[in-house]
C-alpha cells in the first residue's frame, strides 16, 4: 500500500473482549504487518507509549468514571488528557484521525481534530440507540407498558439523534452494513464506506471439533446482557422439546448480567465463561447450530466465526448479522422470535441439512480476511466517492 495516509485511530475500546474492541486490535496488527505510519490512542490499565513506524498510547481513566456496560466506561475527566494528545497527534502527523465512537475517547479525537484542522473518519460499531432503548424499558419495567414503550421510543430517538450529529462531524464515515450506512448518509450527507469484519479460518475451522457425545448443542457466543435477547432461549428449548428433541443441551459462552437469569431457566446449559484462541474455537466446532438472537447488533463477528466452523446460524432479521447469514443456505434468518424457535427445532431434526449448511457456510467465509476489510478501509480514505 504505497503511499498509503497516516492514520490516527482513537479507541474507546481496545483491551476489552468485544466486537469493536476486536477490530481495533485487528487493525493495528495489520498496520504492523503493513508498516503503516498508524497511531493508536486508547484507554488501558497502565499508562504506555510506543513510537516506532505503529505508534500507541495507552491512557488511564479516572475515578470520575462510571460503567456503560459491563467492559466500557466513560471518563467525565477524559479533557484532562486532551494537551497531551494533541501533542501525541501532532507529532504523528496525521493525515486522517478516526473515532469508533461518541465515547470518551471519540470525543477527545474529535476536538484534537478541529483544534488541529485535520480530517476526520469515524466508524459504526455499536448500535448504541437501540442499546439505550432496551436498557431504559427493562430497567423500567415496573412502568405501565404503554407508557415504557413510548419512554424506549424517546429515548432511542434522542440517543439516534445525537449520535448522528456526532457522525456529521467527520468528513468520511464507514458502516458494517447497507442498511446502517443509509441511515448514516441520509442523517448526515456524508460519503459512507463499507467497513465490514474479518475472520481467521485458520483458527476458526470445523477441525477443532473435539465433542464425541451424540447429544445435540446449540451454541452462543458473545456478551450476557439485555440486547443480546437471549431470554428467547428457554422458548427454543420449549420449541425443541415439543418437537420431541429431548436429548439437547445449550453451551453458552461469555459474560454478563444475564447470566444469573439463564442458569435459573435453561437448566441444560453448561456456561463456559469468556474463551479465547483454540479454546473459543472448540466451542463453536462442537455446536451444531448456533443460535443469535439479538436485534441489536450491526454486523456479528461472532457469526462469521460458526460460520467459519461450519456451524449453521440462526439469526433475527434485524441488524447486521441478516447479511452475514444466507437464508436456507447458511442458516436461517427468522422474521420473528417464534420463527426463531422453529428454525431450530427444523434444524434440530435434520443432521442432513445442518451438514450441508455448514460446509456453505465453510465456503462463504474463507476468502473473508481481516487484511481486505482494512484495504477497503485505506480505499475509502482516498475515494470518498465510492460508497456502499
Known sequence: ??????????????????????????????????????LCIRWGKRAA?????????????????FPVDPDLRFDLRFSRFLDTAEAQVRRFRP???????PGDMGILGAVVAARLRT???????????????RRVSRSCSWLPGGVRGRLADFVERFVMDRVCWFFGRAQVLFAPNPELAAILRARTG?????????????????TRRAR?????????????????????????????????IERFRFQITGAGGERPWLERNLPNATFTGVLTGEALARAYADADIFLFPSLTDTFGNVVQEALASAVPAIVMDQGGPRFIVRHGVTGIVA?????????AAALASSERVRREMGRAGRAQVESQSWDRV???????????????
Open 1 to 38: 500500500m504505497t503511499g498509503a495516509p497516516r492514520v490516527a485511530l482513537f479507541a474507546d475500546t481496545f483491551h476489552e473482549v468485544n466486537g469493536a474492541a476486536r477490530t481495533c486490535r485487528e487493525w493495528d496488527a495489520f498496520a504492523r504487518r503493513r508498516g503503516l505510519p498508524f
Open 49 to 65: 507509549c510506543e513510537d516506532g513506524v505503529v505508534w500507541s498510547r495507552d491512557l488511564v481513566r479516572s475515578g470520575w468514571s
Open 95 to 101: 493525515d486522517f484521525i478516526h473515532l469508533t465512537s
Open 119 to 133: 480530517p476526520l473518519a469515524a466508524s459504526w460499531h455499536t448500535n448504541l440507540h437501540e442499546f439505550a432503548a
Open 190 to 206: 456524508r460519503p459512507v464506506m463499507r467497513m465490514g469484519r474479518g475472520i481467521d479460518t485458520t483458527l476458526f475451522h470445523p
Open 212 to 244: 464425541t457425545d451424540s447429544n445435540l448443542v446449540l451454541g452462543f457466543v458473545g456478551r450476557l446482557m439485555p440486547e443480546k435477547n437471549l431470554r428467547l432461549l428457554p422458548k427454543v428449548a420449549e420449541a425443541l422439546r415439543d418437537a420431541g
Open 335 to 343: 422474521s420473528s422470535e417464534e420463527e426463531f424457535c422453529r428454525s
Open 374 to 388: 482494512f484495504e477497503e478501509v485505506y480505499e475509502g480514505y482516498a475515494s470518498p466517492a465510492r460508497v456502499l
